[in-house]
């Protein structure tokens, strides 16, 4: 080997250390060697070999401890994930079933208020329209409590004109009318037979105006006739009296035509002697006496 020319006071630098008594380090002998240690030897072939396999080995069972401790791990993390999948599964399902409870107590809420509703709506009907009106009839939905509510009704009521009575007919469709509007809350159909009760009643005043006017004529003819025919009566008694009083004169008229033709009669027969003269009142007394 080469080595490079150095000053001679730098020479114990790289001259090799020689203890007294030794070789210098490096060209000593093994035997020389004072040390505790044992010599190293070159390994084998076959050695090396051994160390490469259990080297590979030893990587391989790492490698195992690797593979077998990950799949652990990713157990581990699935059935974290599986249990808070889980819990916010549950914590949903509790918040559905919450949200639904509050949705089905608040459904709860409007058909019981609608049931309240409807059957004070039919009730009032019924109550005014008295004998007019028939029993209600409800409709009813089942809601999420089992219970069955109502949530429309009617209620039957006689609308018709009664033939041949006008006066019936405009109190039946007043008391139509009252009971269609009797709810606090009419419907449209209550407001539609409400109309036609008042239609009714607007035709029963004419028919009963009519029969007024008809009676008034009646009446007034019959007090027509009635004047004629005491008109007549009069009359004819009139006449009656008159040929009453006629007769009566010419009775009297011919009583005294009698009268005096017996009277001249009388006279004539005591003046030819066949009868004798009447005594004066009292010349009868004198002579008895």
Same mark, same amino acid.
């Given at each position: 080997m080469i080595t490079p020319?150095?000053?001679?006071?730098?020479?114990?630098?790289?001259?090799?250390?020689?203890?007294?008594?030794? *070789?210098?380090?490096?060209?000593? $002998?093994?035997?020389? #060697?004072?040390?505790?240690?044992?010599?190293?030897?070159?390994? $084998?072939?076959? $050695?090396?070999?051994?160390?490469?396999?259990?080297?590979?080995?030893?990587?391989?069972?790492?490698? /195992?401890?690797?593979?077998?401790?990950?799949?652990?791990?990713?157990?581990?993390?699935?059935?974290?994930?599986? *249990?808070? #999948?889980?819990?916010?599964?549950?914590?949903?399902?509790?918040?559905?079933?919450?949200?639904?409870?509050?949705?089905?107590?608040?459904?709860?809420?409007?058909?019981?208020?609608?049931?309240?509703e409807v059957r004070a709506h039919e009730q009032a009907h019924a109550a005014v329209g008295g004998a007019l009106a028939g029993s209600p009839s409800y409709t009813y939905t089942r809601g999420p409590d089992g219970?069955?509510?109502?949530?429309a009704g009617e209620v039957p009521i006689?609308?018709?004109?009664?033939?041949?009575?006008?006066?019936?007919?405009?109190?039946?469709?007043?008391?139509?009318?009252?009971?269609? *509007?009797?709810?606090?809350?009419?419907?449209p159909q209550d407001? /539609?037979?409400?109309?036609?009760?008042?239609?009714? /009643?607007?035709?029963? *005043?004419?028919?009963?105006?009519?029969?007024a006017r008809q009676e008034q004529r009646e009446v007034t003819e019959q007090a027509e006739a009635d004047r004629l025919e005491r008109q007549e009566e009069e009359e004819r008694l009139a006449a009656q009296a008159e040929q009453q009083e006629q007769r009566t004169a010419e009775r009297a008229e011919i009583e005294d035509t009698t009268a005096q033709t017996n009277i001249d009669l009388n006279r004539r027969l005591i003046e030819i002697g066949v009868s004798e003269p009447i005594a004066p009142i009292g010349g009868l007394f004198d002579q008895i006496a």
């Open positions: 020319s150095l000053p001679s006071n730098l020479a114990n630098v790289i001259t090799p250390f020689s203890p007294v008594g030794k *070789l210098p380090v490096g060209e000593e $002998s093994p035997e020389s #060697r004072d040390t505790p240690f044992k010599p190293v030897e070159e390994s $084998s072939e076959t $050695s090396r070999q051994d160390n490469r396999a259990s080297t590979a080995e030893r990587a391989a069972e790492a490698d /195992q401890r690797i593979d077998f401790n990950e799949p652990q791990q990713q157990e581990r993390d699935q059935q974290q994930q599986d *249990l808070e #999948r889980e819990e916010l599964e549950n914590r949903a399902r509790q918040e559905v079933e919450q949200q639904q409870q509050r949705q089905d107590q608040d459904e709860i809420q409007r058909l019981a208020q609608r049931d309240r219970v069955s509510y109502a949530i006689s609308t018709g004109a009664v033939p041949g009575d006008p006066q019936a007919t405009l109190e039946n469709a007043r008391r139509v009318q009252q009971a269609a *509007l009797a709810p606090a809350e009419p419907s407001r /539609q037979v409400a109309a036609e009760a008042a239609r009714l /009643q607007q035709q029963a *005043l004419a028919e009963i105006a009519a029969q």
